[in-house]
């Protein structure tokens, strides 16, 4: 049974443990919010204690506990055509411009990279529009790559299943062509088809880790709603690395709540949250 609260000094560790893997800043207001979602954790553990579970995360089991801790502590608030915006520029603009590029440089195909892809329904959204006119054109085809830090959101991504109520801004057509509704103990959810989901490649990526691994080819890069968790520092860092992955003219799209104005960088901005490398 969890008897003790979370100290101070066990709060100010924590805090800096997940700083030093993630480079997540968690404010010192957070205290009750880390305390509430770790308590889930220790009880999982059959720990009494936050004593006991820094010992933990400091004993040579340490390791596979930290990125329960990271998935414990992380957000993943999302849903199917999240901030349109983005889907209707990509939609209307970007794949008329890099099309060229995607056909001549590329070996035929067009590149997104979905950066904290949490549980899937933005790069599913995004593998919708690319299935879809415009971007259905004569031979060129399309590659998606989704990562996030979390194992385990990752893994209710890969299997492509959600809520019937988590399906937003979905018009019936697309519904009916690329889901598969539940029956009977499936009622209340749907499946992603298996011929759009093929096209995702799923992988998980810490983007503070020193080599991602990935090509330096895409065409745009959806990073969003995940560079408010980090310092101005680490936020500039993260920024010129995704400018490094994109191709010339490529875009980056960044949440609405999110801003470029105070790190340097190489991006045109196009209009808010749309960057352009120039190019």
Same mark, same amino acid.
């Given at each position: 049974?969890?008897?003790?609260?979370?100290?101070?000094?066990?709060?100010?560790?924590?805090?800096?443990?997940?700083?030093?893997?993630?480079? +997540? /800043?968690?404010?010192?207001? &957070?205290?009750?919010?880390?305390?509430?979602?770790?308590? =889930?954790?220790?009880?999982?553990?059959?720990?009494?204690?936050?004593?006991?579970?820094?010992?933990?995360?400091?004993?040579?089991?340490?390791?596979?506990?930290?990125?329960?801790?990271?998935?414990?502590?992380?957000?993943?608030?999302?849903?199917?055509?999240?901030?349109?915006?983005?889907?209707?520029?990509?939609?209307?603009?970007?794949?008329?411009?890099?099309?060229?590029?995607?056909?001549?440089?590329?070996?035929?195909?067009?590149?997104?990279?979905?950066?904290?892809?949490?549980?899937?329904?933005?790069?599913?959204?995004?593998?919708i529009l690319l299935n879809e006119p415009p971007f259905m054109v004569d031979g060129l085809r399309w590659r998606l790559t989704a990562t996030? +830090? /979390?194992?385990?959101?990752? &893994?209710?991504?890969?299997?492509?299943?959600?809520?019937? =109520?988590r399906i937003r801004n979905m018009p019936d057509a697309w519904f009916r062509k690329y889901f598969l509704l539940g029956r009977n103990s499936t009622s209340g959810k749907c499946r992603v088809r298996p011929e759009l989901q093929k096209g995702i490649d799923f992988r998980n990526l810490n983007l503070f880790e020193e080599d991602y691994g990935l090509r330096r080819n895409y065409h745009v890069i959806f990073c969003r709603n995940v560079m408010i968790y980090f310092d101005n520092e680490n936020r500039e860092k993260l920024v010129n690395r995704l400018f490094d992955h994109l191709v010339p003219g490529g875009y980056l799209m960044v949440g609405h709540s999110e801003s470029l104005m105070s790190v340097r960088h190489g991006f045109d901005m196009v209009q808010a949250a749309i960057y352009r490398k120039p190019g």
């Amino acid at each position: 049974m969890l008897t003790a609260n979370l100290s101070a000094q066990q709060f100010e560790f924590i805090r800096g443990l997940i700083y030093e893997h993630t480079r +997540i /800043s968690i404010e010192p207001s &957070k205290e009750d919010v880390v305390h509430s979602r770790l308590g =889930k954790r220790l009880r999982a553990l059959v720990l009494n204690d936050y004593d006991q579970y820094c010992e933990l995360l400091q004993s040579p089991d340490g390791d596979a506990e930290l990125q329960k801790l990271v998935d414990a502590i992380s957000t993943n608030h999302t849903f199917f055509f999240r901030e349109e915006q983005h889907f209707e520029f990509l939609k209307d603009r970007a794949l008329k411009e890099l099309e060229r590029d995607a056909r001549d440089s590329s070996g035929r195909t067009f590149r997104v990279w979905s950066a904290a892809c949490s549980s899937g329904e933005e790069p599913c959204s995004i593998a919708i529009l690319l299935n879809e006119p415009p971007f259905m054109v004569d031979g060129l085809r399309w590659r998606l790559t989704a990562t996030d +830090i /979390s194992r385990d959101i990752l &893994k209710r991504a890969a299997t492509g299943v959600y809520d019937l =109520k988590r399906i937003r801004n979905m018009p019936d057509a697309w519904f009916r062509k690329y889901f598969l509704l539940g029956r009977n103990s499936t009622s209340g959810k749907c499946r992603v088809r298996p011929e759009l989901q093929k096209g995702i490649d799923f992988r998980n990526l810490n983007l503070f880790e020193e080599d991602y691994g990935l090509r330096r080819n895409y065409h745009v890069i959806f990073c969003r709603n995940v560079m408010i968790y980090f310092d101005n520092e680490n936020r500039e860092k993260l920024v010129n690395r995704l400018f490094d992955h994109l191709v010339p003219g490529g875009y980056l799209m960044v949440g609405h709540s999110e801003s470029l104005m105070s790190v340097r960088h190489g991006f045109d901005m196009v209009q808010a949250a749309i960057y352009r490398k120039p190019g």
